[in-house]
């Protein structure tokens, strides 16, 4: 099966992710032998910290990566990770972010050092975002619960149309335990849309492991889930579609334990 990844740090020297152009060739290296096709390059933008001649900065450095990709045959395409805080608003305001290439889609993330906990400023964070007419895909869920996933509050964020990415790093328990459960509880439940790779690095832990994710997961669920998670719905996606929801079958031992 082919892949589309839709976050990385694939654009280097720009943030914490891939330092340099070197690094930046292995690491598309992998991501082909990996069977990706397409990426999105999402640097990290911090509202308060960017000038917009920094945002176009980080579209021309994209382009490069553009150029680089060419001789793996893998497309680039541009976008973001937009850390929601205080200031975010006024960035979205003064155009100090990049969408998912000409979509209405913007990857955002919380603070993962952070419990999010009764707090619902994310909340208020992201509907400023909604009714900017842009729809937030929610980096890394999975990272946020230190406690175990909050399925009340993720059915929440689908219902307001937001869309659930995974990282495939923590899938793999690169993030420890408790991320790693939250992670495969966010497919058990039928609450992920999207597995990506949140490459940092060309070698390691954080490179573009996804056929490594996907023959794993190969394991446990079935074909069309995953070519949902990370194929259609990152098509979907470049498209400007509405994702698609997955059907993650339950076993009867389950269901009967879920009764209880
Ligand atoms: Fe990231």
Same mark, same amino acid.
């Given at each position: ?81 937009? #850390?929601?805080?205080?200031?975010? %608003? @006024?960035? *979205? !305001? +003064? ?49 946020? #619960?230190?406690?175990?996933?909050? %399925? @009340?509050? *993720? !059915? +929440? ?104």
């Amino acid at each position: 099966m082919q892949f589309i990844d839709i976050h990385g740090h694939y654009a280097w020297d720009v943030d914490d992710g891939i330092p340099s152009k070197e690094d930046a060739i292995k690491a598309l290296e992998i991501a082909k032998e990996n069977n990706i096709t397409t990426i999105v390059a999402t640097p990290h933008v911090i509202p308060g910290s960017h000038t917009l001649d920094e945002i176009h900065e980080l579209k021309e450095r994209i382009q490069e990566l553009k150029q680089l990709a060419q001789k793996q045959n893998i497309k680039v395409f541009e976008g973001c990770e937009l #850390f929601l805080n205080h200031d975010c %608003i @006024d960035s *979205i !305001q +003064e155009g100090l972010f990049i969408p998912i290439e000409n979509t209405h889609y913007l990857l955002v993330e919380f603070d993962v050092r952070k419990e999010l906990g009764s707090s619902h400023e994310v909340e208020d964070f992201l509907y400023e975002i909604e009714v900017k007419g842009l729809t937030p895909i929610i980096a890394h869920v999975e990272r946020y #619960f230190k406690d175990g996933i909050d %399925i @009340d509050r *993720i !059915q +929440e964020f689908i219902d307001s149309g937001y869309v659930i990415q995974v990282n495939a790093s923590s899938l793999l328990g690169i993030h420890g335990k408790t991320v790693k459960k939250n992670a495969y509880d966010l497919i058990d439940e039928g609450l992920a849309h999207v597995i990506a790779s949140d490459t940092h690095r060309c070698e390691g832990h954080r490179i573009p492991r996804l056929q490594e994710t996907f023959d794993l997961l190969s394991k446990k669920y079935d074909y069309q889930v995953l070519k949902t998670l990370m194929y259609d719905n990152p098509e979907h996606i470049l498209h400007d579609e509405n994702v698609e929801d997955i059907e993650v079958k339950t076993s009867f031992f389950k269901k009967l334990l879920k009764r209880r």
